[in-house]
C-alpha cells in the first residue's frame, strides 16, 4: 500500500483566553493521498481554516504530529522550513484581502521566486508562465488588485501558490467570496491544474455542493473533531453519523413538481468549546444522543471500506 503524502496523528491547536483554552482542532486524524483532494466541510468555526494553517506551520501544533512525505514536519526548526515551504502552499479565501494593495499582478506572483533567490530571468519566465496557466491576460501584469474583480484576484492567488511548484495546496474556500459563475471557473481550473501538475489538495469550504464537485474523500468536522470521514460516494450515498445526515438535509435542490422534503433541523445549545466536556461534542443538539454520547470519547473507527465515523450508535455492544 502507498504512503500517503500528507497525514495527521492526534493533532491539536488550543488558544488561551482568560476563561481557558479554545479547543480549535481537537485531535484529528486524517490521511491524503498524492493526487486527491480531500474536503474538509462543517459549519463556521469547527476548526476548518485553523486545521489548514496547522497543517502548513503557520501556525504551531499545540500536540501531535504532521508528516508530510513520511516526515515529521512539527519537528522541524524554523531554519529547516524554507525547502518545505516550496511544497506546500496556500489559497486564502479573500482574493483581496490576501494580496498587496501596493504590488501589482507580475510582482505579486514573482514575490515567491524573488525570496528563495531565483534568477530575473527565470522569475520574469515563469510568472509570464503562471499568467498563461491560470487565464491572466499579458495586459495585466502592471494592473493593481483593487482594478480587477474577484475571480481574476482569485487567479493571481492561485498563480502565486504555484510559483514554486508545490506538491500540496491548501484552498482555504477559494470560491466562497465570488459569484456563482466564477466559482465554477475557478473550481474548473483548480481541478485542470490538479491533472497538469500532479497536486494534492486539502479543500476547505463549508458548501458541501461544491466539495461534491471537487473532493475525493470528505472529512467532516464538529467543534474541532472529525466526526466522519470517506469517500465523496460514501459520504453523500450513505451518511453515518446524525451531524453529516443534517448537512446533506439543508442542500438545496430544485424540486420542479414542488413536492415538500424533510429537513433534519440541528436544534440545541452549541458546546461550548472552552474547555469542552469529554463526550460527544454534538450529543447536546443531537436527536439520538444516549447516556454514552455524554460521557464517553469516540475516536473515528472504521464502519465500511473508506468510511470512518465517531458515534457511539455503531459501537453500542463495545465497552468504551
Avoid at 466562497?176 to 471557473?185: E, T
Amino acid at each position: 500500500m502507498s504512503q500517503p503524502l500528507l497525514k495527521t496523528v492526534g493533532l491539536k491547536k488550543y488558544f488561551k483566553t482568560s476563561r481557558g483554552w479554545v479547543h480549535a482542532v481537537d485531535n484529528v486524524n486524517i490521511e491524503i493521498m498524492s493526487g486527491r483532494t480531500l474536503g474538509v466541510v462543517g459549519e463556521s468555526g469547527c476548526g476548518k481554516s485553523t486545521l489548514g494553517r496547522v497543517v502548513l506551520r503557520l501556525l504551531d501544533a499545540t500536540e501531535g504530529d504532521v508528516f508530510f512525505e513520511g516526515q515529521n514536519i512539527n519537528s522541524y526548526k524554523r531554519s529547516s522550513l524554507l525547502n518545505f515551504r516550496k511544497k506546500m502552499q496556500i489559497v486564502f479565501q479573500d482574493p483581496y484581502s490576501s494580496l498587496d494593495p501596493r504590488m501589482n499582478v507580475r510582482d505579486i506572483i514573482a514575490e515567491p521566486m524573488t525570496v528563495v533567490g531565483l534568477s530575473k530571468r527565470e522569475i520574469r519566465e515563469r510568472t509570464q508562465e503562471l499568467m498563461e496557466t491560470v487565464g491572466l491576460s499579458e495586459r495585466l501584469g502592471g494592473a493593481y488588485p483593487h482594478q480587477l474583480d474577484g475571480g481574476r484576484r482569485q487567479r493571481i492567488g492561485v498563480a502565486r501558490a504555484l510559483a514554486l511548484k508545490p506538491k500540496f495546496v491548501v484552498c482555504d474556500e477559494p470560491v466562497s467570496a465570488l459569484d456563482v459563475s466564477i466559482q465554477a471557473q475557478i473550481l474548473n481550473l483548480l481541478m485542470d491544474l490538479q491533472d497538469s501538475m500532479d497536486l494534492t489538495y486539502m479543500f476547505i469550504t463549508h458548501d458541501l455542493s461544491v466539495v461534491k464537485h471537487i473532493s475525493n474523500d470528505i472529512a467532516v468536522m464538529y467543534m474541532g473533531q472529525c466526526v466522519e470521514v470517506g469517500s465523496t460516494k460514501n459520504l453523500f450515498s450513505n451518511p453515518s453519523h446524525p451531524y453529516t445526515k443534517a448537512l446533506l438535509s439543508a442542500i438545496l435542490k430544485p424540486d420542479l413538481k414542488n413536492r415538500g422534503r424533510v429537513k433534519n433541523v440541528i436544534r440545541g445549545e452549541v458546546t461550548n468549546p472552552i474547555n469542552p466536556a469529554p463526550g460527544c461534542r454534538f450529543a447536546p443538539r443531537c436527536p439520538q444522543a444516549t447516556e454514552r454520547c455524554l460521557h464517553n470519547n469516540i475516536p473515528l473507527r472504521p464502519i465500511g471500506e473508506e468510511h470512518f465515523v465517531a458515534c457511539t450508535l455503531f459501537f453500542e455492544s463495545e465497552q468504551l
